[in-house]
């Protein structure tokens, strides 16, 4: 698990290093769409992986998981809705950007 892990950071960190390179080389939102989709999507993940090392390793209710887990997606919700709010990046770029992380830790969860 921990090589899958580490080969997921650095799957990830390159791909989000590449697409803000390709934002400021060609000022395109819809690589800066892809960028803030990456950087979302991972910290959804590390996050997600955050809370279930949390919950396995502690002897916490389940009460105070699910609290947890609640506020996690209330903030990364809220860091979405602002982003997407505040700055005009593409829509279409976020998603891939979002779905490019999902597919990347899929992947790898499977083996491939």
């Given at each position: 698990m921990l090589k899958k892990n580490s080969l997921f950071n650095l799957a990830s960190i390159n791909l989000a290093i590449i697409t803000y390179?390709?934002?400021l080389y060609t000022k395109e939102l819809f690589a800066q769409g892809i960028f803030v989709g990456i950087v979302l999507s991972y910290m959804n993940i590390k996050s997600t992986q955050?809370?279930?090392?949390?919950?396995?390793e502690t002897q916490r209710s389940?009460?105070?998981?699910?609290i947890l887990t609640i506020l996690k997606i209330t903030v990364l919700a809220?860091?979405?809705i602002y982003v997407l709010?505040?700055?005009?990046i593409d829509l279409i770029g976020f998603l891939v950007g979002f779905s490019v992380i999902l597919i990347v830790f899929i992947l790898l969860?499977?083996?491939?």
């Open positions: 390179l390709a934002f955050i809370i279930a090392k949390f919950f396995t389940k009460s105070f998981i699910f809220g860091i979405a709010r505040t700055l005009s969860n499977q083996g491939k």
